[in-house]
């Protein structure tokens, strides 16, 4: 079935450091990939998303590209800000075309000042 | 838009006691999704709606637990008799599904609910 997995956390970066967390995904067909943040005690909200395969989805600062030959969709950033602390979670769009995402564990960044 | 609406925010329950969650889509979703978030077991997706009509709810935890979507513009997520094993955050989120085409969800601020 369809699954996303995620590097586990926690990530711990200095102020201005390059950010990469992993995601690689399996599924049927061709899903729709999404990255989702949440902030302490905040619900999930989108951060970027792309449609189909060599697509980049980008937002903030964060870029992440839909890689169909190796399954993965890793999110980047160039400079991250403490501002940036939060959970993200990888997902995917379900191959059974009813709105359902699948998500990963999600990983914690932890960013120090 | 006001968003994803949920209520209570918080809740703190004795064992055995009833309780009920409430969540309101976004106006024009037709995709409604119940998810539960622990430490230990992450963020589960319980059960979810297409249209008023439950899909899959495989996800549910046990008979204690059920969900109901009357009309378009509002769920609930029931547990009766509540366990502390149920503590947990419970999140709501909606979507607009169309065929193919998938659209992202907008998830609510969340019910932090505490079994005693």
New interface residues.
Partial sequence: GDSVTQMEGPVTLSEEAFLTINCTYTATGY??L?WYVQYPG?????LL?A?KADDKGSNKGFEATYRKETTSFHLEKGSVQVSDSAVY?CAL?SSS?????I?G??TTLQVKP | DAG?IQSPRHEVTEMGQEVTLRCKPISGHN?L?WYRQTMMR??E?LI?F?NNVP??DSGMPEDRFSAKMPNASFSTLKIQPSEPRDSAVY?C?S?K?R??V?????????TRLTVL
């Fill in positions: 899903p729709s999404f905040e619900g999930l909200q989108l998303k449609t979670f769009s075309n009813t709105g359902k995402l998500f564990q999600g | 994803v995709s999704f992450g963020l997706l979810y297409n899909i899959d999140f989120a979507s599904h065929d193919r998938y659209n992202e969800q907008f998830f609510g601020p969340g």
